[in-house]
């Protein structure tokens, strides 16, 4: 069972930088694409940045140029870099891993972020 868990959300001043990260019980990130996500109150979860297995990465079009995602694979750590954040990042954010060959996701159990204006 893979086990993830995010950390590094917090209150920040809009304009301001948080680096999230979500670190794996085991050896997954390596080999599967990852993702982070956010979920804002009364609305879907949605995809905010991914990195494939070959380092491929691709953004929201809402955070691109702000955000970065990148993985450290000798640690088991995935980050998501937010900078010039705004009010409307505000969110929970949660990591995410699908095992290529079984197709089970797995989640993180989230991190507040939240940006004053």
């Known amino acids: 069972q893979v086990q993830l868990v995010e950390s590094g959300g917090g209150l920040v001043q809009a304009g301001g930088s948080l680096r999230l990260s979500c670190a794996a019980s085991?050896?997954?990130?390596?080999?599967?694409?990852v993702a982070w996500y956010r979920q804002a109150p009364g609305k879907e979860r949605e995809l905010v940045a991914a990195?494939?297995?070959?380092?491929?990465?691709n953004y929201a079009d809402s955070v691109k140029g702000r955000f970065t995602i990148s993985r450290d694979n000798a640690k088991n750590t995935v980050y998501l870099q937010m900078n010039s954040l705004k009010p409307e990042d505000t969110a929970v954010y949660y990591c995410n891993v699908v095992r290529v060959v079984t197709g089970v996701s797995y989640w993180g159990q989230g991190t507040q972020v939240t940006v004053s204006s």
């Open positions: 990195i494939s297995s070959g380092g491929s990465r």
């Open positions: 085991g050896n997954i990130f390596s080999i599967n694409p």
